[in-house]
């Protein structure tokens, strides 16, 4: 596990979670959900990170989110080969 003191967020990632909410108008118990986060709490700390001061599950939080989406978007590029306009 990471030491939580060298923790870097992905800012990238972060402004892509939040655009998605926006974009699907998710709110954060739904997309805690889709991410399987035990609770919506929990990423809205990761939506609100404090640079300076982060928690200590936030290294998890943000890999949930990763793998959330890497497999849409393998699902996404996969759709796209089986369905060539």
């Known amino acids: 596990m990471e030491n939580i003191a060298s923790f870097k967020h992905d800012e990238a990632l972060r402004r ?3 655009e998605l909410l926006k974009s699907r108008k998710w709110s954060q118990p739904v997309a805690a959900k889709f991410f399987n986060l035990s609770s919506a709490t929990r990423l809205g700390k990761y939506l609100g990170l404090d640079t300076n001061a ?3 599950d936030m290294p ?3 890999t949930a989110i990763r793998n959330w989406f890497r497999h849409q978007d393998r699902r996404d590029s996969a759709a796209k080969n089986l369905f060539e306009n």
Do not use: D, I, Y
Request: hydrophobic share 20%; glycine share 0%; proline share 11%.
């Open 54 to 56: 982060p928690e200590s």
């Open 60 to 62: 998890s939080v943000e």
């Open 16 to 18: 892509r979670t939040a």
